[in-house]
């Protein structure tokens, strides 16, 4: 039976890169999420300004106007905000990414090491067997020599 000396560190490689993989899944739902606020935010700011410039047709006072203007600025913060928070989440993103293909890596590095010892253990026992074989019709052949020359003398 054929037992791999590393299979420890092949089991905890394998941990590993599951953990890093739970992770990096959770990074693109926040990634995905981040998108989602934006885009709502986006489309927020363009629906005010669609709606502000309806209200000056229609003659919004300078109030009014002011107050569209300083929501419109605090949309455009927030907006500068997110998109900020989704370049540092992107970031992360590809940082966990190339974490877990270092982690693929060196776990498929192992599991070839093990291949490559359990195709020489298949080789060994297929070479033994093959000996065995050998040894058993040299056997039955002496032996029927052995009964020929004893029966022919």
Same mark, same amino acid.
């Given at each position: 039976m054929y037992t791999f000396n590393l299979q420890i560190v092949l089991d905890h490689r394998q941990f590993i890169e599951d953990?890093?993989?739970k992770e990096l899944a959770e990074i693109k739902q926040q990634v995905t999420r981040a998108r989602q606020? @934006?885009?709502t935010m986006k489309r927020k700011e363009m629906d005010t300004?669609?709606?502000l410039k309806e209200e000056q047709s229609k003659g919004l006072s300078s109030d009014g106007v002011i107050a569209y203007h300083a929501y419109l600025k605090r949309l455009a913060e927030q907006i500068d905000r997110q998109t900020s928070t989704l370049g540092k989440l992107v970031e992360v993103e590809s940082k966990k990414q190339n974490e877990l293909l270092e982690a693929m890596k060196r776990r498929?590095?192992?599991?070839? @090491?093990?291949e490559q010892g359990l195709d020489r253990y298949n080789r060994a026992i297929l070479k033994k067997e093959m000996e065995l074989i050998d040894e058993v019709a040299?056997?039955?052949f002496a032996r029927k020599m052995i009964n020929a020359n004893g029966e022919s003398e």
């Open positions: 953990n890093l993989k606020q @934006l885009d300004a669609t709606v498929q590095i192992l599991e070839k @090491l093990k040299v056997n039955r």
